[in-house]
């Protein structure tokens, strides 16, 4: 969704947990909003500051602050990003595996539950996130867990805070799980006569158990776009880019299981990037494909969406998605992680226009309908912040109230990231 920009008050730089308490410990004082703020990649206003109030930057905290290679684990700062994380890591065997495209800093992965292209092999930050630290609205610090790798101790504060989207506390470190690099990886991209074919695909490999790293989906216009763009040469229609992760055999064997599969359903042959730098361009290509298609229509505002479904729900959705796209007034594209079910589409609309925007409403609100028809949700990583909230009542229902009530236990003046995932309920708040 389109939203307007909410700068606030002022700005807290930190670079220390002390800073960070202290900064919240006035603003509980004086009654003022608090809003975390990371690398600002996150859609839907998660950093606006609609009450006014203090954006603390956690950028300068980026410390590797421990790796144990032996537990395949390590602690970070909240400021650091997946890319510089992966890079101080490079000597250990091990990566950090969550991408979800942007360089966002992992306490903002962490605080909005983000996910990605490797998410179908390595799982999210649900999956991979340990333990926290974790500053409350009122200056209190509380880790969430230890670093053993299960426990039936208490509640999962972790989970809680991990897509809280700064509503509940800052996060001050984060404690995560690390995976052994893959001695082999190899990617290729098909074409498909149709969003089903390519879909249907996915759906099938994984229902056979064939343990892909990654699966993600562009649709003919997005494909446009990248070569439009960044010079490849890829066929113009729906197409599927794949990744394979382990021995060198098992990534030929996996390969060619995807290739039979695809063939049936109307794929076409395996474009190879094998070495690193080959499949270094192809990912970019994909990771970009949203600031491509500002291509198609120069001077456009893009507005970015996404849902996720079951994945036997996906080839229907995506095709009714692209049906409601060819009656638009405007281009789009589909691009998604469909091993997950989850798909994003991105709109280009004239910015002068109020037809348009309403518009796009209307596309958007049949979009969530049909997800959450087909048992899905209304986003599968944008996360809710302040475009969605009408859908997550839609979604959930009455589960959104008991959302409010934990909120307002642990931050009864509603100072931390208000407005976000819900209104702060302003005449229910303390006096």
Not at 352 to 375: C, T, Y
Not at 398 to 409: H, N, Q, S, T
Not at 410 to 418: R, S, T, V, Y
Request: charged share 20%; net charge negative; with cysteine.
């Amino acid at each position: 969704m389109h939203l307007r920009a909410l700068p606030p008050q002022a700005v807290a730089m930190v670079s220390t947990l002390e800073e960070i308490i202290a900064i919240v410990r006035a603003c509980a004082e004086h009654r003022t909003p608090i809003i975390p703020y990371g690398a600002g990649t996150s859609l839907e206003c998660h950093v606006g500051a609609p009450q006014d109030g203090v954006s603390i930057d956690l950028s300068g905290m980026k410390r590797v602050l421990r790796v144990n290679p032996e537990d395949q684990d390590c602690t970070v700062e909240p400021g650091l990003t997946r890319s510089a994380l992966n890079e101080a890591l490079r000597h250990t065997g091990l990566f950090f595996p969550v991408d979800p495209g942007a360089d966002a800093t992992i306490g903002g992965m962490a605080a909005t539950r983000a996910s990605g292209t490797t998410t179908l092999r390595y799982g999210g930050m649900r999956e991979n996130v340990m333990a926290l630290s974790v500053v409350t609205a009122d200056g209190r610090v509380i880790k969430t867990a230890r670093r053993a790798r299960k426990s039936a101790a208490g509640y999962d504060l972790t989970r809680l805070f991990v897509g809280s989207e700064g509503t509940l506390g800052i996060i001050a470190d984060v404690t995560l799980k690390l995976h052994p690099a893959p001695e082999a990886m190899s990617a290729a991209v098909c074409a498909f006569a149709s969003a089903r074919g390519a879909t249907s695909t996915v759906v099938e490999a994984i229902q056979g158990g064939l343990p892909l790293a990654r699966a993600e989906y562009l649709d003919a216009a997005a494909i446009g776009a990248v070569n439009g763009v960044f010079g490849t040469t890829y066929p113009v229609s729906d197409a599927l880019f794949l990744e394979f992760h382990g021995s060198a055999e098992e990534v030929a064997a996996h390969a060619e299981r995807a290739r039979s599969i695809a063939a049936e359903n109307g794929g076409g042959e395996f474009r190879w990037a094998v070495e690193t730098e080959a499949r270094n361009q192809l990912w970019k290509a994909r990771h970009n494909a949203g600031l491509a298609a500002l291509s198609l229509r120069p001077g456009a505002r893009p507005w970015s969406t996404d849902v996720c479904v079951p994945i036997s729900q996906l080839p229907d959705c995506i095709d009714a998605t692209k049906q409601d796209i060819a009656a638009l007034p405007f281009p789009a594209i589909v691009i998604g992680h469909i091993g997950d079910g989850n798909f994003h589409v991105i709109l280009l609309l004239d910015s002068a226009s109020p037809e348009e925007s309403d518009a796009a409403r209307r596309f958007n609100d049949a979009l969530v309908a049909r997800a959450i028809a087909m048992d899905g949700t209304s986003t599968g990583e944008h996360g809710i912040g302040m475009g969605k909230r009408e859908c997550l009542r839609q979604e959930l229902g009455a589960a959104v109230d008991l959302m409010a009530d934990v909120k307002r236990a642990i931050d009864p003046h509603f100072l931390m990231n208000p407005d976000k995932i819900f209104l702060s309920c302003a005449n229910a708040q303390p006096t």
